[in-house]
C-alpha cells in the first residue's frame, strides 16, 4: 500500500529487477530509475526538495523533476552552461509512468532486450515481509 511509503523521503522499490525509486511530489506520486545519470548514484539515497518540487541527488546534487527531466545542476559555471545541460537528453533520468489506485502504487514497465519488446507489465507496488517485494 501507499500507506507504507516515506512521503518526505525517496524510497527505493525493486520490479522485475529494476530499481526505481519513487517520492511524493506535489502532484503526486513519481517513479524513476534509481540511478542518477550523472555518475550512476542511487538516487533513493538523495533527499526531496519540496521547495523545488524536486529529487536531489546526494552525490553531486543534480535535481530532477517528477518527469525526470534535469532541473538544476549546482556545479555549473553560469546560467547559460546549467540550462544547456538540464536540456540535454543524458542529463534526464528514466521515468516509470505510475499512478495510485485502490491504495496501491501501479507502475508500468516495459521490458526491451535487444530491441524486441519481450513484455508490458502493469505492476503493483505493495510492501510485504521483503521491502523489495512486487506483486501484479
Given amino acids: 500500500p501507499v500507506s507504507f511509503l516515506e512521503t518526505d523521503a525517496p524510497n527505493a522499490i525493486k520490479i522485475l529487477g ?4 519513487v517520492w511524493n511530489t506535489k502532484n503526486g506520486w513519481s517513479c524513476l530509475e534509481d540511478s542518477c545519470p550523472h555518475r550512476r548514484a542511487p538516487l533513493s539515497l538523495g533527499f526531496i526538495d519540496s521547495n523545488k518540487d524536486a529529487l536531489v541527488c546526494r552525490y553531486h546534487g543534480w535535481e530532477f523533476a517528477k518527469d525526470g527531466k534535469c532541473v538544476d545542476i549546482p556545479m555549473s ?4 552552461a546549467n540550462a544547456t545541460a538540464c ?6 533520468a528514466s521515468e ?3 499512478k495510485v489506485h485502490a491504495g496501491v502504487l501501479w507502475v508500468w514497465v516495459v521490458l526491451v532486450v535487444g530491441g524486441f519488446v519481450l513484455g508490458v507489465f502493469l505492476m503493483g507496488f505493495c510492501l510485504g515481509t521483503n521491502p523489495y517485494d512486487a506483486i501484479s
Avoid at 529494476?18 to 525509486?21: N, P
Avoid at 536540456?87 to 534526464?92: A, D, G
Fill in 96 to 98: 516509470y509512468p505510475c
Fill in 87 to 92: 536540456n540535454s537528453k543524458k542529463s534526464c
Fill in 77 to 80: 559555471i553560469d546560467e547559460n
Fill in 18 to 21: 529494476l530499481e526505481m525509486v
